[in-house]
């Protein structure tokens, strides 16, 4: 049973998601994101509660129980070090090499020998908070956030990042980071970060950014909140896949873990390849958005016909979507 203390920091980390969301219905999305950042006082609290939580509570929990119940973190570190250097990453660049002559693409791109054996890996940790995966000695870490709970840690809003060529001058600002070079990173990490935005477009923006970080046959890992079954949101997480599918992601790891699901995205060798998947699915089966369950709570925030074009919305939320949108405006 969670204990008072951790009840109350589940508390601030809710009202604050909450908060957000409702002040992106009456701003908009972005005009809410503008005054989210810049309440440091509330950033401060939030950050500093999302630390309590993640190292005094979670991850105390994850130690005690024997089971399924793994840290995050070390299930991020785990893939990353059975995919860079199990040599998993070539038997994915195989794969899709071989899709590639299916599909009559010819790969210029130079991917590398696959060996990354004494390799460090350069990991942007987006919404770190804490810098958690600093333990970790094959990781040479940039954490940034929005509010950092810990010194070593950049501040950075994601969103209005700005993503230049490598050969431009990208230095911090002393603890803050505006700009970064693209194809820089073997990994990107998105723990407990898309269901903290709004709305799916600053979802969506946040995996374009990354794409436009990482090098190719590099890693987007995406860890996301979820209490219920693996079955309850299966149409909310297959259509992530599917848009991140259309923007040059493959999908290669999926687990639901106890409260979380844990996904790995490949940037793929070429949006081609990737986007294959996608476009032998029917499309009507799909979200075109980057929802999560928090969205279909606010009715009065959906544009209704994102929804109602798409067959696997389950009834009674298209019937409550229709309803509200009957309603006079007083």
Known sequence: MASAEHLELSNIIKNTHQSLRNNAKVLGADDAWQKHCADKDMLKEYSEAMRELATKHWEENCSKIQSAAKSRIHW???FCHYYFFKEEIVRQRLREEDIAKKINLSLDIDSGTGCFCNKILKVLDVGSCYNPFKIFKCFDVVPIDIAPASEDVFQCDFLNLKIVECSDNIEPKGKQICVLPQSAFDVIIFSLLLEYLPCPEQRQLCCINAYKLLRYEGLLIIITPDSKHVGANAKIMKSWRYNLSLLGFSRIKYDKLPHIHCM????????????????LQNAEDFYHKMFIPQDFNDFDNIDINDVQQHKDVDEDIQNKLLLLNELPNF
């Open 76 to 78: 991020v570190y785990d």
């Open 264 to 279: 790995v995205f490949r940037k793929s060798l070429s949006i081609e390849i990737a986007s294959r998947w996608a476009k």
